[in-house]
């Protein structure tokens, strides 16, 4: 069994358990994702066996989400105020579907092409697909993250987190992309901003895979990333996410959040 460890700071890691007690859990389960795969909002490499699970009754939970798990900020930017919100998710390490290759996942989605977004695992392992642009072509980028590892998504990038060694805990902090005041994060239609590209991840064993649709081969390029961009290390890495969302002042999530921008080509998304 997977130890669960946090490798953020202590103190900080008891802050979030604490607030997640404190309120319930938004729980994504097979038929959400089955769902999302029929209103072309996330892809699914044997969609029928899914279908033919939940018509079985089957229909475990994928994830466990704490939705601004602790309070949201509202930090100075160049472009205005920003404001950012903090999630707790857990992956329990549910199949979506006996006898298939899909493997524990969230459902994926597109972040908008302003929206900065930063995850730091605290326990077990997950793997991280999103796209990127590299010198303006688009590829399809993945990382495998264990406790204390981080992942920068790119403004305007679809992402999927994939559970390989479960139960894995992940915090995340995303600045909204609503203007302050306005939509809430659950308000947005982040799951039917654009179809998601025909990819995913299908499991054997130990061993996992990148799955794509027979019927459109896949041109995306595939850019493996074996740590956090030199600029953002610095940023996040020194005493982990929740630290820096709990206990850090407002500059230093500006940096973050103008930093990220900065090294972004994320105007060439348009979804």
Not at 14 to 33: N, Q, V, Y
Not at 84 to 110: F, N
Not at 231 to 253: K, S
Request: glycine residues 6%; negative net charge; charged residues 15%.
């Amino acid at each position: 069994m997977t130890a669960i460890l946090p490798a953020t700071e202590p103190a900080a890691a008891t802050t979030l358990l604490t607030h997640a007690l404190t309120k319930p859990s938004e729980t994504r389960s097979l038929r959400d994702l089955v769902t999302a795969v029929d209103a072309g909002a996330a892809w699914l490499a044997d969609p029928a066996a899914a279908r033919a699970a939940l018509h079985d009754g089957h229909n475990p939970p994928l994830y466990h989400a704490w939705r601004d798990v602790v309070p949201a900020r509202t930090t100075p930017a160049a472009d205005g105020p920003v404001r950012w919100h903090a999630d707790l998710v857990l992956y329990p390490g549910a199949v979506p579907a006996p006898g298939t290759a899909e493997p524990p996942r969230s459902i994926g989605h597109w972040n908008t092409r302003t929206q900065v977004e930063v995850f730091q695992v605290l326990t077990g392992r997950v793997l991280m697909l999103h796209t990127n642009l590299v010198d303006g072509t688009p590829v399809l980028a993945w990382r495998s993250c264990g406790p204390g590892e981080h992942v920068h998504v790119p403004p305007g990038a679809w992402h999927l987190t994939v559970a390989e060694h479960a139960p894995a805990a992940v915090f995340n902090i995303y600045t909204g992309a609503e203007p302050p005041g306005t939509a809430t994060p659950a308000e947005l239609p982040k799951y039917h901003r654009a179809a998601p590209p025909r990819l995913g991840v299908t499991i054997t064993g130990d061993q996992l895979s990148l799955a794509t649709d027979p019927s459109h081969p896949s041109t995306w390029p595939v850019q493996h990333l074996s740590a956090s961009p030199d600029w953002a290390a610095p940023l996040t890495d020194p005493h982990g996410l929740a630290t820096l969302y709990l206990e850090c002042d407002d500059t230093a999530l500006s940096a973050l959040h103008d930093q990220t921008l900065r090294h972004s080509d994320h105007t060439a998304w348009e979804r």
